[in-house]
């Protein structure tokens, strides 16, 4: 038999090493479906239960990986279902090539069924997005594509319609005008500022005393140099959200994360430094980073487009963070004074100190805080933590101490609700041996996680080795939001928009074979992960908790409180124990000594 068009891009994908596609079936892509076929076992199909979970788990992949993930939908409303999780990756610099099934050729432009303009539909989305309207094309498309999104760490779509799926594949063009002669393979570039830029990056950073730096996702893979550096400079270290396992949690001087969902030694650093230095991130709220004026800038990123953007830089560095950072590092100076730095540990140790004690507050039935805490104790080395939209979220920035060993991402720029548990499905499949855990929101687990539990199912044998947890959080409340409310509106919690069912998640996990957990008892919940984190099969561990612990900011302003006590004095149903706890959380910054026995 001929070799058709969907076979050679799949052979293709496979000469780049991706040989794993999410994706959904759909007849719109059928000469794609038999093609998998032919090509199985070297190319792996999973099978979603929705295409945006495709994407997610893409996305997932790449994150996890460092290589681009591949999705893939039908025509129509499948194409249209990747479009959030699309989002997410290109949002967070993820590639992620999305491959879509588009109607015959000859019926183009006659309002056919499922026609949809995709070029339009995918332009916002992709770095690149192409229609293969002759087989000669695939090869170049599919180079391209890959090429691209690799390098500007971004989405690239192919639309095939499918009659030219089926039709003879042409893996070497005609040579004639017109003609493309394409190839495979890409090496990330080696980049690096000016030697003067360099030194006068130096020059502010040595000229210094009270140095913070800020890392990214960008920085994945310096944790060396970060280390190097901040000792150097005697600087403290705070970290974006995505940037959360750039540097583990151990190290004195890191103080955490950083903004609405950070730390108040992170809050502290930036409050009191004179100088300082970003890299590899983009964080977005600038409220949080020093005022202006107040601190001298240098940044380093490989985007020139995204330099300077969030806070005015003297020197802002082009360059790889690793290879920027070792070209800096003999230009910098040892600190002699360590006021500053001896400052940063100390309330680095109070943050912890902090997070210990709110953990061990009491709720109604369960402090969440203390479910992340003890999950710290616990936390296997290598093990890849996920992370959905929602309340949670807080529990997983400000709580949740990883080590050396760990990965860990979320929808970060995006922040849609939805994929903890895809990513945490492309993480097992493509790291089988190591502890997966998510956390999930109930609202989020509802909307879509539940049902990514089927997909589990279907490949039930991949999820054996090493640990598989998806932790739901249940407080039947869309939390986040309700804070939101009455924080940020001033307006009480509303149950018609706020109040969700509780559902049986642990026995959910039964009803598919897996083993479930149910725990609302803080004491309890230390021995309810080490059940979780020891079992030999897919776990969900459910912790009922208490919707009224507030995800207090690291700094509470003025407005803030106003629109706080505005929403309580409205009626907020909650509003008796979300007071008290919020004072209980908050009376927890100032108190001089650890709870007897409390290490």
């Keep these: 038999m001929a070799q058709l068009v969907a076979d050679y891009i799949l052979e293709r994908l496979r000469e780049w090493g991706l040989t794993r596609i999410y994706g959904y079936p759909g007849d719109g892509i059928n000469g794609f479906l038999g093609a998998l076929d032919r090509a199985h076992p070297q190319t792996e199909f999973v099978q979603a239960r929705h295409e945006e979970m495709a994407a997610f788990m893409a996305c997932g992949h790449a994150k996890f990986t460092g290589g681009a993930g591949v999705c893939m939908a039908t025509s129509g409303p499948g194409a249209i279902h990747l479009l959030n999780g699309l989002y997410d990756a290109k949002l967070d610099h993820a590639p992620v090539v999305a491959i879509v099934g588009q109607q015959k050729r000859m019926s183009l432009g006659a309002e056919y069924q499922q026609e949809v303009d995709l070029q339009v539909l995918f332009k916002d989305v992709s770095e690149f997005v192409q229609v293969c309207m002759e087989p000669a094309q695939a090869r170049h498309l599919v180079d391209r594509a890959v090429r691209i999104a690799l390098d500007r760490h971004g989405v690239c779509t192919l639309i095939v319609p499918n009659d030219v799926q089926e039709e003879k594949a042409v893996p070497s063009p005609p040579r004639e005008h017109g003609a493309v002669f394409s190839s495979v393979g890409y090496t990330p570039p080696r980049i690096l500022p000016q030697e003067a830029e360099l030194e006068d990056a130096a020059r502010i950073l040595n000229e210094g005393k009270k140095v913070a730096m800020l890392v990214g996702q960008g920085a994945a893979g310096a944790r060396e140099e970060l280390v190097e550096t901040a000792m150097l400079l005697g600087a403290g270290v705070a970290k974006a959200l995505l940037g959360k396992a750039v540097l583990p949690d151990d190290l004195p001087f890191v103080t955490g994360s950083i903004g609405l969902l950070g730390t108040t030694a992170s809050y502290e650093l930036m409050k009191g430094c004179d100088t300082l230095l970003m890299v590899g991130t983009s964080f977005p709220y600038s409220e949080f980073l020093p005022k202006e004026g107040q601190a001298r800038g240098v940044e380093i990123d490989h985007d020139a487009s995204r330099v300077g953007i969030r806070y005015p830089v003297e020197a802002g560095l082009i360059g790889d963070a690793r290879e920027t950072l070792r070209a800096l590092i003999p230009k910098l100076e040892r600190k002699q004074d360590q006021s500053w730095r001896e400052q940063i540990e100390s309330q680095v140790e109070e943050w912890w100190r902090v997070v210990d004690d709110r953990a061990h507050q009491p709720g109604d039935p369960m402090n969440p805080q203390r479910v992340v805490w003890e999950l710290s104790q616990r936390l296997p080395d290598e093990a890849i933590v996920a992370a959905d939209s929602g309340s949670s979220t807080n529990w997983f920035a400000r709580d949740l101490r990883l080590k050396a060993g760990n990965l860990a991402s979320l929808s970060g720029t995006l922040a849609t609700m939805g994929p903890g548990t895809p990513y945490a499905i492309a993480a097992k499949l493509a790291h089988p041996g190591r502890p997966v855990i998510a956390l999930v929101g109930d609202g989020a687990f509802q909307m879509n996680g539940m049902n990514e539990l089927i997909t589990v199912k279907r490949y039930e044998d991949r999820f054996r080795d090493g640990g598989f947890v998806i932790c739901v959080f249940n407080n039947q409340d869309l939390n986040q939001v309700t804070w939101e409310q009455r924080v ?60 009224e612990i507030p995800p207090l900011p690291p700094h509470i302003t003025r407005m803030q409180a106003q629109k706080m006590a505005k929403a309580m004095v409205k009626g907020d149903p909650e509003r008796t124990g979300v007071m008290e706890k919020s004072l209980r959380g908050k009376l927890a910054e100032f108190k001089e000594s650890l709870a007897p026995g409390r290490k």
């Design 488 to 547: 940020l509106s001033g307006d009480p919690k509303y149950p018609g928009t706020q109040w969700i069912p509780s559902v049986p998640y642990a026995q959910y996990a039964e009803l598919l074979g897996f083993e479930g957990i149910y725990c609302e008892d803080g004491e309890q919940v230390g021995a309810a992960w080490e059940q979780a984190l020891a079992s030999k099969r897919p776990c969900v561990l459910e912790v009922k908790t208490d919707p």
